[in-house]
Each structure stands twice: as structure tokens, then as C-alpha cells.
């Protein structure tokens, strides 16, 4: 394994040898090996479930393993917690972020750390700036170390976490420091994920890096060697200056994908019949008065930046927010607006982009999150009846594929794509007409995206209108029948994506930007 | 590994409930196991806490307790909490006290009908004027209890010739006390409501998930109220009961009664977090409750030394029957 990558001079920083951990119902990790050198840069790529999560929690300390043995630099440690792993430097930036809010930049960066700045028994305000000043200004943060950090970007935020992170390992007096980042570039805008990637690339100098993320094509430009788990086993490792992402895909899958993986030859024409109609529908301050229609089993796309207003007009649709001009109509009758009970009882579905917290009732069974909507109809008598509430929870779960060991198991103990597929069958068991898709396949693993391409398509086959969000303009090309496309919160164009004649994300970028 | 695998699964009581479903029997089961050993320490330690007269006193603080905590159950279920309960027992047993004398049996519906509408009037305090609960019926706890007071500011009977209205409470059937047949009969109406209406599943996903309800249509105002009058109307319950088996009452009963709703609630498993738990959690923790109170006092505990041993009990019994698997943080 010594002679893959450009890390072949340097010595093994961090080892983790035949690591196991077990979960009720689930092996997570079977015998795992992992090693890190120092200034390296590793990409960690899997399926939800494949075992990243338990692998990274292991390293910091949040989960302890069953077998197997983590060495530190060739000396055996055993993290209990973050607190004892950052001890010996090996320190996580969180996809959620862990940063206080209501902190300045400076309170967060040396947080519980403070008395080091201690002067006569007082905190000493002006080294604390000066050492924050310069730890910013490696991460390459302009916003003075006082801003509190809900007024910073999400880039910023988590340039702050890995400053921590380097400041407490100097503080631990660790000559190599481990970074991990969980899938840090979701939050980020192309040009913040340009400027997160040189640091990570200065950091190097010092520090090594263990990079998760869903977006192959960035594990591939930026690591140097790509390590691949699959069902909670070492598949393979391989150097990145030679890595397709095709090869890795396959890998970690276990099969060769489907050249149409969008399913494009199984699109179908809209149908005639009208079903959502948006008049004038307008937001001081976030869209301007837009209007269209979305036909029955037709998929429209909406396409814009971050601000360009498409986010603000589904929460208008869906009743999360209230427009100050237009209606909504489905299927003809008017929508009571800025209620999302008038526009769930109108057939109005939506996923949430935030599953976890907005889709789910992580706390409840799968059964009782699939029967939310509909347990009116679950009724006998009046009253719920439970063969019939397992009934349909059967039914769903099978229909939309959930993997789960039974119907009364917890959401919260799914994988992220079967979460996903909990919330779409929860809405589709509610026999919606329009389905909102706001990122369906954010942060989901290859395999369970192609399951939810292959619902969507069923649902459009089945009659469903769809108003799709998408994480890639690929994704929304491939998907859609019809693309409306968003720029500074007004409408400026309408494009067709018939199958076999679809645009290229070139023709769209341009009317974006 | 497959020997190792099963020998996990075994351990967690959450993951193992939360497999089985609803029901939840591993966190039940603890409580169940607890209420026995309580049961069979207490028999051991003296003769007499086994004896017919003792366990109809068990039974009866039980039923009170399992009245009031069913409805404290449905607010804590909902993601709140009702502190009110105690001033609501108070208000509507010396009221009822002396109403009975006048209406006769009517004073029953009449304040069943007061716990609805206090229920309601703490709803709407959350739901329209967006107090939260705590400090919403802390407040109406307050006003209540004052009512109480300025009612009846000293005890008050209800004269033996008006006795016969209170035998809905203080007669047997089949040879057993009323007051069973009504606790089971609330417990009943409480399980049913939770389990068998759309309105008391959306209890339980109010509490577990407030911002996914409201985005998937569920009337969050309406749920919490419905909540909240659930829980006015235990209280009330409770609160004639009391007045009923006693022939009269005085004004303070309610206040010894609030921190006990709460604690029968979360000792039978129910999380304070609200979501998950459920009716059969609250019977086992108002039993639990009522035989440890009782069984100090038989087996001779000191009257002071009783509520640290109380406090303690409830440390231990949370601990067992809590399932904590299902709250990633515990507040």
C-alpha cells in the first residue's frame, strides 16, 4: 500500500487496523483497515450505510469499536470522546457545523481553551485577537474575529471549525494533525468550494485531511488517493490522479450504472389536464410576480442560484410562506395561502430538503411516519384500526423500497437514503396531485438515488405533478420535461428537455448567471 | 460476529421497543418488574400493607393519581407541560362540594365541563398568545387555586343527607370498589383516544416533531388545545374524586398533587420531551406512586425521611424505565 499516491515518502500518521463495530440488526464495520499518512489528503467515498460515519465517529471518539485497534504516529490510542481524540489531534468539521451562533468568531475559536490567554487571573481580550487574527488569516477569513458567527457565510463558519481544529492540536503540541470534513461542500457556493479546497491544499503542509463527500468529481480533483468501503467493508483503495469517476461509482455500488441514469427513455409527455396553475404569484422582497402551469404527470425543473427567488416561490406553493400578490390554483380551485394545511388537504406534497428535521418524526416508527397523512383513511368505525395502518405501511414500504428490519423501527436508526424514501412514500401513500421535490437526492448515496429517479419516474407514469429543486443542473436536465429557469427572483426562461433532446448544462448556465 | 450481533441486539431496551412497535413492552416491562418489587418488599416488611383495607387505600390514591396523571400525560405528550392541574383539583373539588348539595348529579357533567374549559383556556394561552406552557398554567395554576380559596376558604362537607349522590364513587359492584371500574374506564377512554383517533396520533407527532407536523398539515393549534383539554379534564376528574370518596374536601388538596402527576407520568416511561410514552406507561407509574406512598407509611418510614426516599425512587425508577434511546439529547 506504501507506493500508491504522492504520499509515498511519508510515515503513517493514523492506523486503524481491523476495526469492527456491530449495531443492532446492522454490522457497520467488518474488520476495517484504514491508514492516513501525513500530508495527505484522503477521500473517503461509500453509499449511505457503507460505513463512513461509523468509521469517522470511531476516529473522534463518539463511538468506541468492538475489535480492532486506532494507532496515533505508531503509538495505540483509544479516543473516548471528541475531547480525547482532539488531544491527540485528530479533530472533525460536522456537516450540521458546531459552532455557537450567538459567539463571535473569537469566543468560538478558543472556546473552553481560554484560560491559556489568562493574565493576572483575567482573560487577556487583546492576545486572544491577535492569536485569532492570525489563525483567520491562515484560513484566509477577512471578517474581523469579533462578527458573531450567524452573521458569517456557511464557508466562513467552517473555515472557523478547521482553525479550531489546527489551533487545538498546536495547543496538544500534535506535530500532525488529522482533519476530518463530512461532506463540507454541501453548504457551499462553487466559488467558497474553490476557496475551501486551496486551503485544504495549504493545510496539507501541516496537517492530513480525510475528505467525505457524495460529489465524486471533487474527491477525485482534490485528493490523492480515494479510499472505498461498501457495506461496511474495504473494497479498495486507489491513487486519484488516475481515478474515474465511473470506476469509483461502480465500486462503490457494486455494479456497473446505467448509461441513463435519470431514466430518460421512460419520460412521459405531460398529460393535457391542468394541475397547478400560479397566477401572478409575487414576494416583496424575494420574487417577482411569476406565473405557469404544471400539467398532470409532468415534471417541471425550477433552475436558479441560490437567491434567485426559487426556494421562496415553493415555499409560496406550499403554503409555508405567504405571497403578497397571485393565487395558486390545483386542479382548478384556489389555494388558501401561507397555510400548509390548505395546501396538504388541497394534494399538495412536499419534500423538505432538511429530512431529518422538517420530513420526520426521527423518534417514531416507519410505520406511523408513513401513515401520517392519511390516517383518516386508515379508520374503521371512526377509529384508527391497526391491521389497517400496517396495511399500508407494508404497502409503502415495499412500494418506495425503504430497507428496514421491520415496520416499527425508528427513523432515526435509517440511512439517510431510506430516510429519504420514508418521507417521499409518506406523501405518495397520501395520494397527492403535485409533489414539490425541494433536493431530493441531497446528500444520498448513488445507489439510493437511483431509486428515487426510478419513483420519480413511476410518479410522473402514475399522473403526479412534479415541481423539482435539484442539487445538479445535470439532475435537473435529466429529470425534467420542462425547465423554468430563475435568475435575481424573476422568471427570464422557459426551456423544453423532450427525451433524447435535451439541452446541455452549457445552453442553461448562461440565462443563470 | 453473528454470535456477537445477537448479544448486542439483546442489550438496548430502545432499539429492542422500539422493533416491537407501539406498545414499547421492554420500557412497560421495567415498570411492570418495579412495581412488583416495590409491591414485594413493602409485603415483606410488614403484614399488614397486603391486607384487603390497605390495598382498597392503595388503590383508591392510585386512581386519583392515574386521573390526573392521564391528563398531565397528554400535555407532556404533546411537548408541553400542564402545572395548572393542582389549582384545577382544588377549584373543582370545593365547588363541587357545594354545587352537589344544589344540582344533585348534574354537578357532574357541569364540572367535567369546567376541566374541558380550563383545558381549552391553557390551549388557547399557547396556541393564540404563544405563552409557553409552563409558565401559561403556572399562571392559571395560580388564578385557580386562589379561586379555590376564595370559595372555600376552610373545608367544606357535604351533609350525610346529600351522601347519595357521591355513591357513583362510594358504592361496589360485583363486590368491587366503583372507583376501579372509573379508573379503568378513564384509562380506557385516555388509551383509546391516544391509540384508535387521528387526533391523538397527532399528539404524539406534535410532540415528537413540531415543525414537520405543521409542514405536513396538521392543525398544530388545534392538537395542542386538544391536548391541554384532555388534561383539564383529568384534573378535574381527579378533582371531584377526591371531593366524593372524602364527603368533602378542603382547598389546599389540589397542590399536593401537581409534582406527583408529573413524576407517575415520567416513572412509567413517558419522556419529558414529549412523543413518546403512552396511557399503559401512566397506570404502572401512578401504581408505582401510590404503593411506594403508601407502603412507607405501613412499614413506618419517617414522615420526613418519606420524601427523600420518594425522590430517590423516582431518580431510579426514570432511570430504568426512560427510554432514552429515542432522545438524542436529555434535557
Redesign the interface.
Known sequence: MNDIGSSTNSEVTLALTGV?K????V?AL?KVDFSLHSHEIVGLVGENGAGKSTLMKIMIGVSQP?EGTISRDGILISPKDPSDAIRHGIGMVFQEGTLVPNLSIMRNLFLCHEPGFQKLGFLSRRAMREAASRLMEEVKVSADVETSISDVSPAERQMVEIARLLWLSRLYGQKHPVLILDEPTTVLNDGERTILFDILRNIKKEASVILISHRLQEIVENTDRIVVLKDGKNVTELPSANARISEIEQLMVGHTFSADRYREDEQTPAGAEEVLRVENLGRRGAFEPISFVIRKGEIVSLVGLVGSGKEEVCRCI?G?ENADTGAVFLKGKKLLMGS??????AGVG?I?IDRR?????????V??NVN??V??RL?VWG???PPRERKNAKVWVEECRIKT??????C??LSGGNQQKTVIA?WLSSKVSLLILDHPTRGVDVGAKEEIFRLIRKLAREGIAMLIMSDTLEEDIGLSNRMLIMKDGRFVKEMACPPGKKPGPRDIIDAIV | ?TE??TA??G??PG??A?????LRIPTLSYAVALLFLVGLVFSLGNGNFITGYNLSTIISYAVLLLLVGLGQMCAILVGGIDLSVGGVMSFVSVSFVIVVQVIGYWAYPLFILVGILVGYLNGILLTRIRIPSFIATLGTGGIFMSLAMIVAPVPVNVPTPKWGYLDIFNGTFLGISNVIFIGLLVFLLYF?IL????VG??I??VG??I?????????IARTRNFAFILSGTGAALAGIMVSAVQYGCNPYVGSSYILPSIAAVVVGGTALTG??GGAFNTLFGALIMSVLQNGMNVVGVDQYFQQSILGMMIIVSVALTFDR????VIK
Open positions: 469492527s456491530v449495531f443492532p440488526g454490522v467488518d468492538d406550499n409555508l400548509p394545511n390548505g395546501a396538504v388537504r412536499h423538505p428535521n422538517d420530513g420526520l418524526a426521527l423518534g417514531m416508527s410505520a406511523e401520517l397523512l390516517m383518516n379508520k377509529f384508527v384500526s428490519p421491520s415496520l416499527g423501527t425508528m432515526a436508526n409518506k | 460476529m456477537k450481533k448486542v441486539a442489550e438496548g432499539t429492542a422500539a422493533r416491537r412497535g407501539r383509546a391509540r384508535f383517533t387521528a396520533r397527532n404524539y407527532y415528537s416533531n415543525k414537520m407536523s405543521w409542514m405536513s398539515g396538521i392543525n412523543g413518546t434511546s429515542k432522545t438524542p
